[in-house]
Structures are given as structure tokens and as C-alpha cells.
């Protein structure tokens, strides 16, 4: 099992405050991939005087220490999960924003083989598809 982010955090950064721990637990407990401000609503339901500051500051050393992914989904919005869930592709509903992960054995092995083809050893690889919900 993963060692969860509020065990990591306080290592390399020297602590963790009050606030920090807070967020680091409502990172990890979400399901989606939420943005600053559903970070900072989610925060201050344990911490009323939760400023956006401090999400922002939390989230920036969250990321320089490697703890989170930011991503950009195009939607102008930054938004974050919790690195070592294992890799997964995600495919972004362009109606509502909502995020899916997935993982799928033949496309990893498809991706493989095209980098092998073209001569490269995959590194590292990030797969996102936009579509929406098709009718029936």
C-alpha cells in the first residue's frame, strides 16, 4: 500500500502544520481532481478560518516536493490528485469537466510498442481524451 501524503509531507517539509494536514487529507480523499477553490470549500468544512492562501502555498510546496500532479485540462483551471495511485489515463467529459480515470492492459502495451517502433524506450506517458456522453 501507498504511504499516505500526510505521512510523506512532514519529512521534506520540515512539519506539517495544522492547515497543511488538513489539506493533505482532503487530497487524498478525493475522488476527483479538484481545483484550488474545491479544495479550499472542502478545507474549511474542518478549518473555518481556512484561507485560500494557505491552499495555494500548501498545494505549491505539495507540488515542488513531488507529493501531487497538477494538471491542465484545458478548462483554465489547475487541478490536483495524489501522486502513487499507479498509472492511469483519464478521459475529460467536455460538457461537465468531469474527470475519469482509467486503465487499460492493451492500450499501455499499444503505447509500448509504439514507442519501440519508432526507436524510443518509454519514459514516462500521460493520455488524456476529451469526448462527451454519446445518446443511445
Known amino acids: 500500500m501507498a504511504e499516505r501524503l500526510e505521512d510523506r509531507a512532514p519529512r521534506q517539509l520540515g512539519g506539517l502544520s495544522p492547515q497543511r494536514a488538513i489539506i493533505c487529507r482532503v487530497l487524498e480523499k478525493s475522488s476527483d481532481h479538484p481545483?484550488?477553490?474545491q479544495l479550499h470549500r472542502r478545507a474549511r468544512r474542518h478549518d473555518p478560518k481556512m484561507s485560500l492562501a494557505i491552499v495555494y502555498r500548501a498545494l505549491s510546496a505539495f507540488d515542488k516536493c513531488g507529493f501531487i500532479i497538477k494538471h491542465d485540462f484545458g478548462d483554465g483551471r489547475a487541478r490536483y490528485e495524489v501522486k502513487g495511485k499507479g498509472h492511469h489515463d483519464h478521459l475529460i467529459d467536455v460538457?461537465?469537466?468531469?474527470v475519469?480515470?482509467?486503465?487499460?492492459?492493451?492500450?499501455?502495451?499499444?503505447?509500448q510498442q509504439i514507442?519501440?517502433?519508432?526507436?524510443?524506450?518509454?519514459?514516462?506517458?500521460?493520455?488524456?481524451?476529451?469526448g462527451r456522453v454519446t445518446a443511445d
Open 100 to 111: 475519469i480515470e482509467f486503465r487499460d492492459p492493451e492500450l499501455e502495451a499499444l503505447k
Open 115 to 130: 514507442a519501440e517502433r519508432l526507436g524510443y524506450t518509454l519514459e514516462s506517458h500521460s493520455l488524456e481524451l476529451y
Open 35 to 37: 481545483d484550488v477553490e
Open 95 to 98: 460538457e461537465t469537466g468531469n
